[in-house]
């Protein structure tokens, strides 16, 4: 009955579902061409790419299509499957007349670990921070009804919108000073601080620290509180909504797929391209295009994200069993294993422990290296997975949640 819910057993390889594995496999892959800038570039080459290196070119159509059809669009459709994995849990535990309380909070707690040390660690950037901490409080909604839960998370998105827009029109209450300070930190540095980070990523991986560590906690705390919490949550809402209504699982007809793509990007691409061509007519001014015309990427990112899962579901549906599908699914499986390995492969590639090559490849050449990426990951999980279950990330963290070390090598 009602026992301790870490007895309760892991899904198995079989009871899969398909349409769920290609999508974290997709979304994975594709944080990698947004990512890879932060990788690769100072900071502020992310939200204002006039800064580092031209953009003119190939540089130029390889930042339009990252920041059109990627920039925060794959890590929303990773945040709404990390709400339906918790729905999926409890749904399982109540089946089973289990509770998955403890469970949930001991598979959220040791993320967090792994989070924390993957962003002091590697990457300042890491996420799986934030989906462990807003997993926590949105644990809470799990058994809401689809109608409340979708509506939670559009009130969530909305505040963390409306934090935005009234941290702007507060400018002129702020102290002398204050805004050109925020200015020179994260839009328009200095060529001397973009040298110093570029010199510190490129130095030992123990003085990389001086800068990483900072920029980790900064994320981690003042981003976190008045941006990052709001959206991931409103995000896991959502997810826990869509999966509720069946589209992530692909028990939703394909004229519903459909729609939900069409909608999606037909609403949400016009609003990204929205957002750039301001950016640029306003010559990317900082508090224009940082306060107002980021919302349009804000949204549309979230529709642009729901619209990709109405493809791929149908994209599911259509190719049931399909080559690229099993390949993409074998991504998704490792998931976490495969996002913790880009951070190990580009700071070792980008970062001076490794070959050293933070602030040399322009945005032509990421893109390169981004595909070069996903061919050594599709080929690399679908290998291990012939050998193993679990990815070696996924079996630990399902072995510290679980009490107990989880079998790992398949049977002969």
Request: hydrophobic content about 50%; proline content about 2%.
């Amino acid at each position: 009955m009602a026992g301790s819910s870490y007895t309760l057993q892991p899904i198995g390889t079989r009871n899969r579902v398909l349409s769920l594995d290609v999508l974290r496999g997709c979304a994975v892959l594709g944080i990698l061409l947004v990512s890879i800038q932060s990788f690769s570039m100072p900071t502020s080459a992310i939200l204002h790419p006039l800064t580092f290196e031209n953009l003119e070119g190939l540089n130029l159509y390889a930042w339009l299509i990252s920041h059109v059809f990627a920039h925060e669009v794959f890590v929303a459709i990773l945040a709404m499957l990390f709400g339906a994995g918790i729905v999926m849990i409890s749904q399982k535990a109540r089946k089973e007349h289990m509770r998955s309380s403890n469970l949930q909070y001991r598979r959220l707690f040791f993320l967090l670990i792994i989070g924390i040390f993957h962003a002091y660690l590697f990457w300042y950037g890491d996420f799986l921070v934030a989906f462990a901490i807003c997993g926590f409080f949105m644990f809470a909604f799990r058994s809401r009804s689809k109608t409340y839960l979708f509506r939670a998370g559009v009130v969530f998105l909305a505040l963390g919108s409306a934090l935005r827009l009234m941290m702007a029109y507060s400018i002129p209450f702020w102290e002398a000073g204050q805004f050109q300070l925020l200015e020179s930190q994260i839009w328009s540095p200095s060529a001397q601080d973009i040298a110093n980070q570029i010199s510190h990523y490129t130095d030992t991986w123990e003085r990389q620290m001086l800068v990483r560590a900072p920029e980790a906690f900064n994320m981690q705390t003042k981003v976190f509180i008045s941006e990052t919490f709001w959206k991931v949550s409103g995000l896991m809402l959502l997810g826990m909504a869509f999966y509720k209504k069946g589209v992530f699982t692909a028990k939703q007809s394909k004229k519903y797929l459909s729609k939900l793509a069409v909608y999606g990007l037909g609403i949400g691409l016009p609003l990204v391209v929205g957002g750039v061509i301001l950016d640029f007519n306003y010559r990317w001014d900082f508090e224009l295009s940082y306060f107002y015309f980021s919302q349009f990427n804000y949204w549309g990112s979230v529709l642009m994200a729901l619209g990709y899962c109405g493809l791929i579901v149908l994209f599911c549906k259509v190719t049931v069993r399909s080559f690229v599908s099993r390949s993409l699914s074998y991504v998704g499986r490792m998931s976490l294993t495969n996002y913790l390995m880009q951070s190990i492969i580009c700071t070792y590639v980008f970062y001076g422990h490794g070959f050293g090559l933070f602030g040399d490849l322009d945005r032509s050449a990421q893109v390169v290296a981004v595909l070069l990426l996903w061919v050594f990951q599709i080929i690399f999980s679908t290998v291990w997975l012939s050998y193993f279950r679990h990815g070696p990330f996924e079996w630990l963290w399902r072995s510290l949640s679980y009490g107990s070390l989880q079998p790992l090598k398949k049977e002969d």
